[in-house]
């Protein structure tokens, strides 16, 4: 299983930024990918899924409206559109996938991707 995110950059408030997950090794439409961000200093915070069965997704309240998140099954990829970008939204963003393995999930996390906002 790999996961590969790509996209980030340096980008003033208000700005926009798409980051991408490439996905490798499982079924990726019978599952579904979340991404996180880690900001510095604090707990790794989730932002949003997709259920890459049947599209539906699922967002934060502190990204809700300003975040979207889509992803191509035959490409194998998932996105992550951010708009409205703020400087709080600065961190390492990562994407991630729960698999069944036996009788238990496993989660696997890409490398990340940083997000600098500037005021």
């Known amino acids: 299983v790999k996961l590969v995110e790509s996209g980030g950059g340096l980008v003033q408030a208000g700005g926009s930024l798409r980051l991408s997950c490439a996905a490798s090794g499982f079924s990726f439409s019978a599952y579904a990918i979340a991404w996180f961000r880690q900001a510095p200093g604090k707990e790794r915070e989730g932002i949003g899924c997709?259920?890459?069965?049947?599209?539906?997704?699922y967002y934060a309240d502190s990204v809700k409206g300003r975040f979207t998140i889509s992803s191509d099954n035959a490409k194998r990829v998932a996105y992550l559109q951010m708009n409205s970008l703020k400087p709080e939204d600065t961190g390492v963003y990562y994407c991630?996938?729960?698999?069944?393995?036996?009788?238990?999930?496993?989660?696997?996390w890409g490398q990340g991707t940083q997000v600098t906002v500037s005021s």
């Open positions: 991630n996938v729960a698999l069944r393995e036996g009788i238990g999930m496993h989660g696997y």
């Open positions: 997709i259920s890459n069965r049947d599209g539906t997704t």
